[in-house]
Nanobody, 120 residues
Framework: QVQLVESGGGLVQAGGSLRLSCAASGSIFSINRMGWYRQAPGKQRELVAA???????NYADSVKGRFTISRDNVKNTVYLQMNSLKTEDTAVYFC??????????????WGQGTQVTVSS
């Protein structure tokens, strides 16, 4: 059994910062790509940022220069540092990871989501 647990969401004023964390736990053998997605009301879920096991990163154009994704492979944790937040960043943020379990199977896992609300 593998779980992804997010933390760090909340309410912040525009221009402020938040740091999201997502810890993977359970029968984990290896983690490849980890990422953050978000879904605003009435919109489709979209990729915000992703990072590979080799620390290659990619970002949505809308967050480039403001958000930074990083990971701690010892703690099986991925972070999203969000600076200069805008009201349009308001969404539920989901953690995603490509994980190989100790049984050898690769699978895509999702966290339960954490709400980020940016007020004007």
């Amino acid at each position: 059994q593998v779980q992804l647990v997010e933390s760090g969401g909340g309410l912040v004023q525009a221009g402020g910062s938040l740091r999201l964390s997502c810890a993977a736990s359970g029968s984990i053998f290896s983690i490849n790509r980890m990422g953050w997605y978000r879904q605003a009301p009435g919109k489709q879920r979209e990729l915000v940022a992703a990072i590979t096991s080799g620390d290659s990163t990619n970002y949505a154009d809308s967050v480039k220069g403001r958000f930074t994704i990083s990971r701690d492979n010892v703690k099986n944790t991925v972070y999203l540092q969000m600076n200069s937040l805008k009201t349009e960043d308001t969404a539920v943020y989901f953690c995603n990871a490509d994980i190989q379990t100790k049984f050898g199977l690769w699978r895509d896992y999702w966290g339960q989501g954490t709400q980020v609300t940016v007020s004007s």
